[in-house]
Every structure is written in structure tokens, then in C-alpha cells.
């Protein structure tokens, strides 16, 4: 039988690379956002609860539009849409802070850290993407737009509240700088543990753009 809260693979069985467009997070920020995160699991949780499922704080980032499974005739042009959009853009200065659940009522399925400055400069960098993702064949994500760091995945397990409060009284009214500098097409990597997101290409912002991604050969490509 299925544990009830027990997370599925939306994708599982589609072909292609598992893309979004992101910017990642100063080493700095990690710290920080490392060690808030490393104070609330050090918290015991009642007999047989289950934990949620915690993000890999080696990659952390903020999302602006993810593409999903992606085939290989797509790839070059997609890369070609980041690296266009982020010439064209500016660096950010923000600050992360607060802390929250997605849905707001109920058991909660995703936990994450607001971003309390810079929300509106990150929101027009998701535009420009979108609109340079149009261009290369995607479609516009009509969806608004809110920047957030998920740090957490809950899919509805009993204890997912318990650790939600705990997250936002650690956090409390505490703000975390994060210059945003940069812009890439990274790839999740799922299984054996939580997914792994590997550059693709990333580039500098305002500036013409640098492939840092190391392109794995065919072999190493997950379908």
C-alpha cells in the first residue's frame, strides 16, 4: 500500500533532460541559509513521525521558469534564450526572509524562504526569460510570478507544519543578503537521494555570457 503523503514522480517514463532556468544562490547565502536549515532538523520530531524531504544545499537557487523533460534538438536553443537574457539584464541586489508553505492551508506539500528585497527585480528577470524562452519555441508561462527559495518538501506528511513552524520562528524577522550576479539552464537529476541540479550553461548578468556547465556525454544523460 502507498504511504499517504508519499511523493510521485511526475515525469517518471518522459524522455529528455529535465531543464529549468534559475539563478543561483552567493556562497554566502548558502551559509546562511544552511545553517537555519541545519538548526530545525537538529529538532527531534514526535515517535514515528516522518520528516519531510529536504533539498540538496549544494545547489540551492531560485527558480524563474522550469522547462521539464527537454529532448536534445531543443537544448541549444533553449541555452541561447538564457544567455540572450541575460545579457540583457542587470545584477540584483536581495534579501532573503520570512518563511512559508505552499498551499497556505492545510498540510503543506513544499516549505520555503520568502525573498523580502528584490522580489520585483527578479519577477521582471523572469519576464525576460519567458519572453526570450518564447522566441526559441516554449510557451508562455502565464502563471505570476513569485520568487521563493524552496528548502523543503512536505507532500502532506503529518509533521509537515511542525517543521514549517519551526522554520519560520528560526528565520524570525532575520534577512539574508544574496546578490544575484548570475543566470543558467540547469538540469535536475533524480534518484538516489534528493534530485541533484547540474549547470547546463550559466552566464554572468549584463554581461556576454560563458558556458561554466561541463556537457555530459550521452551515456551520462538520464532520459
Same mark, same amino acid.
Given at each position: 500500500m502507498t504511504r499517504p503523503g508519499r511523493w510521485v514522480d511526475p515525469y517518471a517514463g518522459i524522455q529528455g533532460r529535465r531543464l529549468f532556468v534559475a539563478v543561483p544562490l552567493p556562497d554566502t547565502a548558502v551559509a546562511a541559509v544552511a545553517g537555519i536549515v541545519d538548526s530545525v532538523r537538529a529538532q527531534p520530531l514526535p515517535a514515528g513521525a516522518h520528516d519531510v524531504r529536504w533539498v540538496r544545499l549544494d545547489g540551492l537557487h531560485l527558480t524563474l521558469r522550469f522547462l521539464g523533460p527537454t529532448a536534445t534538438p531543443q537544448i541549444e536553443p533553449t541555452r541561447s534564450a538564457v544567455e540572450?537574457?541575460?545579457? &540583457?539584464?542587470?545584477?540584483?541586489?536581495?534579501?532573503?526572509?520570512?518563511? !512559508?508553505? @505552499?498551499?497556505?492551508?492545510?498540510r503543506p506539500r513544499a516549505l520555503w524562504i520568502g525573498v523580502a528585497v528584490g522580489g520585483d527585480e527578479l519577477a521582471g528577470l523572469a519576464a &525576460?526569460?519567458? +519572453?526570450?524562452?518564447?522566441?526559441a519555441g516554449w510557451p508562455i508561462d502565464e502563471r505570476p510570478f513569485r520568487a521563493h527559495l524552496t528548502v523543503a518538501r512536505a507532500d502532506g506528511v503529518g509533521a509537515g +507544519?511542525? &517543521?514549517?513552524?519551526?522554520?519560520?520562528t528560526a528565520i524570525g524577522d532575520r534577512r539574508i543578503d544574496c546578490a544575484i550576479d548570475r543566470l543558467g539552464l540547469f538540469e535536475s537529476v533524480?534518484?538516489? !537521494?534528493?534530485? +541533484?541540479y547540474?549547470? &547546463? @550553461?550559466?552566464?554572468p548578468l549584463g554581461a556576454p555570457g560563458r558556458d561554466v556547465g561541463r556537457d555530459r556525454g550521452a551515456a551520462d544523460r538520464r532520459p
Open positions: 540572450r537574457a541575460a545579457e &540583457v539584464a542587470a545584477p540584483i541586489s536581495a534579501e532573503l526572509g520570512s518563511a !512559508g508553505v @505552499f498551499p497556505p492551508a492545510g &525576460v526569460v519567458n +519572453r526570450e524562452l518564447a522566441e +507544519r511542525l &517543521v514549517a513552524d519551526r522554520l519560520i533524480t534518484g538516489g !537521494g534528493p534530485a +541533484r547540474l549547470p &547546463v @550553461f550559466e552566464a
